[in-house]
């Protein structure tokens, strides 16, 4: 169980009033989830075929804010490698990150040297940067001279084969809502096959009711909600989520798009075709993809190799030392 001192959770209290998404709730959660990896085995078990540099270049991180420590992962490997961080943290962080890092150098002071937050990124000579897609193309601007990862938006989908149990359906729910949606490995979209029971779905997940009480995610169900009854688009409706037919990926915030399909085959040729804009898929079944592929629940939970839009940092990283 994850234990806080009295000041820091204090501190927590204080972000959520900069930064509404950032709850308390939601910010421990992010703590538990890293904290999970953060173990002495599983550290040298992702690192093992890596070495520490001995003459550090400098990393320019652009962390973005769409969730909580959204950018810890890049921090990681920036730092485990002994590489030089320049932060430059999002004007959404509410100074979350600056508790966190100054946490991380109280228990591992020799980190001081390495770690610099920047108003803007001046010397580096590797760059990972995460935005939108209007964004990337002022990262590629520029950064694109340099070694980089520039990450845009992306989404995750889930795929029902029907056969699911109460339980497992439940579990999506974590998929969907934790962090309000907001991160790009929540889900936004279901494959369901023809006839599957809304009803059921929406009995699985009704413990998540309490969303609404959040007002900004309220105010995203109204506003769509008001939109697709003023323009007649047809819906389902469980009082905190709709669903709506669309064979998009990425759905505005309190909405969750679906689509039928006839075959699995289907669906995976559908999800194989736009891979660059899907970062996980969660599932029961089993699927021939080459998006990563996670049970139902886990899409918020990557493990340290687990790496954002498939691409392997650590390597990266030594690959342009």
Known sequence: MLQLDEETLW??????HKNPWYTKENILKQFQALGNNLTEEKLESWTLNYQVQVTPKIVGLVLAGNI???????????????FTAHIKLSSDDAGLSTIVLNKLLEIEPRF???????DKLKNFDIVIATGSNNTARYFDYYFGK?????????????????????QELAKLGDDIFDFFGLGCRSVSKLFLPKDYPIANFFEAIEHFNSIKDHYKYNNNYDYNKSIYLVNGNKHFDNGFLLLKEDENIASPLAVVYYQHYDSLEEVEQYINDRKESIQCVTSMTHLNIETPLFSLGES???ALDDYADNVNTLHFLVENQ
Do not use: M, W, Y
């Open 300 to 302: 918020q939970c990557p």
């Open 68 to 82: 909580p420590l959204v950018g810890f992962h890049d921090l990681l490997s920036t730092l485990i490698l002994g």
């Open 11 to 16: 501190r927590l209290e204080s972000i959520q």
């Open 146 to 166: 340099k070694p980089h990862i520039i990450r845009k938006n992306r989404n995750s989908i889930a795929v029902l084969t029907g056969q699911e149990n109460e």
């Open 112 to 118: 001081q040297n390495h770690i610099q937050i920047v």
